[in-house]
């Protein structure tokens, strides 16, 4: 393992175990830590709450977050995530069902890094992945950590 992780957030539980089979299937055995909600997911990236012990210096290699979620959205992590000086560089791939383009809109202005519609097709969506994977894992340079 190289020390690169995934941040997967992701409500759907049928969502989740896809696209952990489909990084598995591409021989991505880099960590998953998957989070339910927007609020779970802003304690694991600034160490906060259930996640107050969790070693700062790591964090993930990129994300891959959901928009519609429950108690926080991804378009609200991704704002709080941009304007937070340590997390502002962490690469995030906004992965929705959304077809609404204020939602695209809103994710690029925040500084998303890439944003991919969920196909519905279970193939698809599949390769889909093991392509976000490969890319954001093996061939992408990330940023320093700025903790």
């Given at each position: 393992?190289?020390?690169?992780?995934?941040?997967?957030?992701?409500?759907?539980?049928?969502?989740?175990?896809?696209?952990?089979?489909?990084?598995?299937?591409?021989?991505?055995?880099?960590?998953?830590?998957?989070?339910?909600?927007?609020?779970?997911?802003?304690?694991?990236?600034?160490?906060?709450?259930?996640?107050?012990?969790?070693?700062?210096?790591?964090?993930?290699?990129?994300?891959?977050l959901d928009l519609k979620l429950p108690r926080l959205d991804g378009i609200e992590v991704l704002r709080r995530l941009?304007s937070n000086e340590s997390t502002k560089l962490l690469p995030v791939v906004i992965l929705t069902t959304s077809e609404?383009?204020?939602?695209?809109?809103?994710?690029?202005?925040?500084?998303?890094?890439?944003?991919?519609?969920?196909?519905?097709?279970?193939?698809?969506?599949?390769?889909?992945?093991?392509?976000?994977?490969?890319?954001?894992?093996?061939?992408?340079?990330?940023?320093?950590?700025?903790?």
């Open positions: 393992m190289n020390g690169r992780s995934i941040l997967l957030v992701e409500d759907n539980p049928d969502d989740e175990a896809l696209a952990i089979r489909a990084l598995q299937r591409s021989h991505i055995t880099n960590e998953i830590v998957v989070v339910h909600d927007g609020v779970e997911a802003l304690d694991y990236l600034f160490g906060t709450g259930a996640y107050a012990d969790r070693d700062m210096t790591i964090q993930p290699t990129v994300i891959l941009r609404e383009e204020q939602d695209l809109l809103n994710s690029y202005s925040l500084g998303c890094n890439s944003y991919v519609r969920k196909p519905v097709d279970f193939v698809q969506f599949s390769q889909a992945v093991q392509q976000l994977g490969m890319y954001w894992l093996l061939l992408n340079e990330p940023p320093p950590h700025r903790g």
